[in-house]
């Protein structure tokens, strides 16, 4: 069996109740094979003696112990009463590395008095710190000795630490992963010349070593196996694309069509020169025998939008129909009702599917589509959901990509055998990884905006300038420009001294600004008045909009010239980079007031900087990666590109680079993995995929 075909239930698993199974829910683990997926975020190293004795004085940080001691007297401190006393108790050091001395703070946990008797030994693990000459820890752990003296199990190991959720302990996880273990083998993920050619571990022995490991050296083997089948696996999914031949019979590939011409003579505008390329480069793609996957790049506002109806007009003009998705329903509306406006005239039959479009409606569309009556349809990811189908869908048109994860792509691809593919984003990720992730991918990218822009005005407020702030922005809403004011909260949960929309909504409207019309804008405002409000907003019946960063991404209003985000430290650089975006896109000058409480992190103090200093897109996802670092790729991972478990794309590029390779040749010497020494890849991918393709839920 492989790992992701053991589907039974983690709540079969014994004393796995309710709660532990909504910590899971949370977490995504619905499966006994989902436990063995989840990774751990980094493993406690219990294998080898840190006596008392090596801890540096004078420092005051706090520093890991492991070992043994012998409890040396109990006395309690701050307060008279029991529940306000503490129990403090003093070991020593009987590892054999010298007499080091601890002081035990047992705060909340009397308990320990009947636990940590005068003489008794125990193993133990705990962050200790010197305060003064006195070395203390409040973070331990103590379990007894055996009564032959020995150590007990916990000592000598390797321990992982998982991500929690709800009542989840590590000891839950931990116990429920080694049941799981204990009861189960499992197969080799692949085929046996590869694992001799890279000395990699049999699939059962590495997800063992993962979890169970007995030294960080496991660890690592574990995962360079763990890694190399995930990566290899992507790569054989990615590249895997039949060649199509039906268009080959063009005359004159890349040509540009009468409809397209004319379209683009009635722009109020001329297109830049980076436009006129990058539209040339995607028609070459369209119409050559093999299918496009091209990922195009360029700023917010610098005219990607319009970059891709242009190639959408190409597409129509041979035939096709065109598929434009958009990662929310927001954004999805606001470019349908631009296509409206620039495409409906033209004669294109356009139509909008999200989840929220039901009953009849959704019929007549789902319909029609099928028939080919409809020649673009826009929505949200809910386009590719099972009962849409197409009639002859040849292109698909991705915004904001790195909002979706590689299973909703690969779903997509399925609609249609082979489909042209355009991703569209203004978050970049690094070229190394867009040519080794993605595999085939190009990238075109549009480096200029478009005339007449100015770039937008950063400044850094604290929280004591604020109201020289809100004064700057009056004189904007006098001079008849717009304006948005972004919180990272809906409402005050109580406990914070975060800002937010509701509380700083009644604020704004009745004491900054009375009598300036406004609106509250978050996401749980229904769908409907939500596009109200935007409507409202830009036929300039109001004047700002107080919201969640729901605004983050596409919303284009050119007469909005100032973006004050509260809390930006709270933010990513790429999201205020985005937020940013939102102003800047008409001729008139704008602003951005990032405004923070003190005290500032330094990373924070960093970020701000950063965007102060630059409004490149491109070298703003750079120090992006740069200050959050590799160790914290956990984030790209959430959030970013793909939902990978083992693999780190900034770190992994050496073993992405092989995968590669190694999943080229198998997919040119043997395409449908009818060898033997090839029946693994086909069983695994048939059996237990590791990037499912219908992942996608209409949500
Ligand atoms: P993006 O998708 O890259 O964020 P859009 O395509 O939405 O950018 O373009 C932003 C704004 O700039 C739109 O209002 C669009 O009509 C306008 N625009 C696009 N190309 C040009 C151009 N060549 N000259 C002037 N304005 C343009
Ligand atoms: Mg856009």
């Not at 008797?117 to 007894?144: C, D, K, N």
């Not at 007990?152 to 709800?166: N, T």
């Not at 540009?256 to 980076?274: C, M, N, V, W, Y």
């Not at 249609?416 to 993605?438: E, G, H, K, N, Q």
């Amino acid at each position: 069996m492989f790992i992701r075909q053991l589907q039974e239930p983690i709540a079969s698993l014994p004393g796995v109740g309710k709660s532990a199974r909504l910590g899971y829910d949370a977490l995504g683990i619905r499966t006994q094979g989902d436990v063995l997926l989840l990774s751990p975020r980094s493993w406690e190293d219990r294998s080898i003696i840190v006596p008392l004795g090596s801890v540096a004085r004078n420092t005051g940080e706090n520093t890991v112990v492991n070992t043994f001691v012998q409890v040396l007297s109990q006395s309690w401190f701050g307060g008279r009463t029991r529940g306000k006393r503490t129990l403090k108790v003093i070991v020593r050091d009987i590892s054999g590395n010298g007499d080091g001395r601890l002081s035990l703070l047992c705060f909340g946990r009397d308990f320990l008095e009947k636990v940590l008797v005068t003489g008794r030994t125990f193993y133990v693990y705990a962050q200790a710190a010197y305060h003064m000459t006195e070395l203390q820890s409040s973070q331990f752990e103590v379990i007894p000795m055996r009564d032959d003296g020995s150590p007990p199990a916990e000592f000598g190991a390797v321990l992982p630490i998982y991500p929690l959720s709800g009542s989840l302990s590590q000891r839950i996880i931990r116990r429920d992963v080694a049941a799981v273990l204990a009861a189960r083998s499992f197969d080799d993920e692949l085929p046996p010349s590869l694992m001799d050619a890279y000395a990699l571990l049999p699939t059962d022995r590495a997800i063992r070593m993962w979890h169970q490991p007995s030294s960080l050296e496991d660890v690592k083997k574990a995962r360079q196996t763990l890694a190399f089948t995930e990566l290899f696996y992507l790569q054989l999914v990615t590249r895997r694309r039949a060649v199509r031949t039906d268009s080959s019979t063009l005359k004159s590939p890349g040509e540009i069509t009468g409809s397209e011409k004319r379209f683009i003579s009635l722009l109020p505008f001329s297109l830049t020169a980076d436009q006129e390329t990058v539209l040339k480069e995607i028609r070459m793609d369209l119409d050559s025998s093999s299918p496009m996957n091209r990922m195009l790049q360029g700023d917010v506002g610098s005219g990607k939008t319009l970059v891709a109806w242009i190639s959408a007009l190409h597409v129509l003009s041979h035939g096709g129909q065109v598929a434009f998705m958009a990662p929310t329903e927001l954004l999805a509306r606001q470019h349908a009702e631009n296509a409206a406006r620039l495409l409906a005239p033209a004669g294109v039959r356009l139509a909008f599917l999200t989840g929220s479009v039901k009953g009849k409606e959704r019929k007549l569309i789902l319909d029609n589509l099928k028939a080919g009556n409809i020649d673009v349809i826009i929505g949200t990811h809910a386009l590719f959901s099972k009962e849409v189908e197409f009639r002859r869908l040849r292109f698909v048109i991705i915004d904001e990509q790195h909002r979706f994860g590689v299973g909703q792509r690969l779903a997509l691809m399925d609609k249609a055998a082979t489909p042209d593919v355009l991703l569209m984003t203004a978050t970049p990720i690094p070229r190394t990884l867009a040519l080794t992730v993605f595999g085939d991918l190009n990238v075109s990218t549009i480096h200029t905006m478009p005339p007449g822009r100015l770039p937008v005005i950063t400044h850094l407020v604290s929280d004591a300038s604020r109201e020289r702030m809100y004064k700057a922005v009056g004189i904007e809403f006098f001079r008849g420009h717009q304006g948005y004011f972004v919180y990272p909260r809906i409402d005050d949960s109580g406990t914070s001294d975060i800002r937010d929309v509701t509380n700083m909504f009644e604020y704004l409207s009745t004491r900054v600004y009375p009598g300036i019309p406004s609106a509250l804008l978050h996401s749980r405002i229904p769908e409907q008045e939500k596009m109200d409000i935007l409507e409202r907003f830009r036929r300039k019946e109001l004047m700002y909009l107080v919201s969640t960063s729901v605004v983050e991404v596409g919303i284009d209003i050119p007469e909005a010239t100032c973006m004050v985000v509260e809390h930006a430290d709270h933010f990513g650089l790429s999201a205020l980079h985005q937020l940013r975006g939102r102003v800047g896109r008409g001729t008139l000058q704008s602003y951005c007031f990032l405004v923070y409480g003190e005290p500032l992190s330094d990373d924070a103090r960093q970020r701000l900087l950063v965007l102060r200093e630059s409004t490149d897109g491109f070298r703003i996802a750079e120090q992006d990666l740069l200050i959050r670092g590799p160790g914290e790729m956990t984030g790209t991972r959430q959030s970013g590109f793909l939902r990978l478990q083992f693999a780190d794309l900034t770190t992994d590029v050496e073993i992405i680079v092989v995968a590669r390779k190694e999943a080229d040749a198998v997919l040119q010497a043997d395409p449908a993995f009818l060898s033997l020494s090839h029946s693994v890849i086909r069983d695994v991918l048939m059996h237990a995929p590791p990037f499912p393709e219908d992942v996608i839920d209409a949500s």
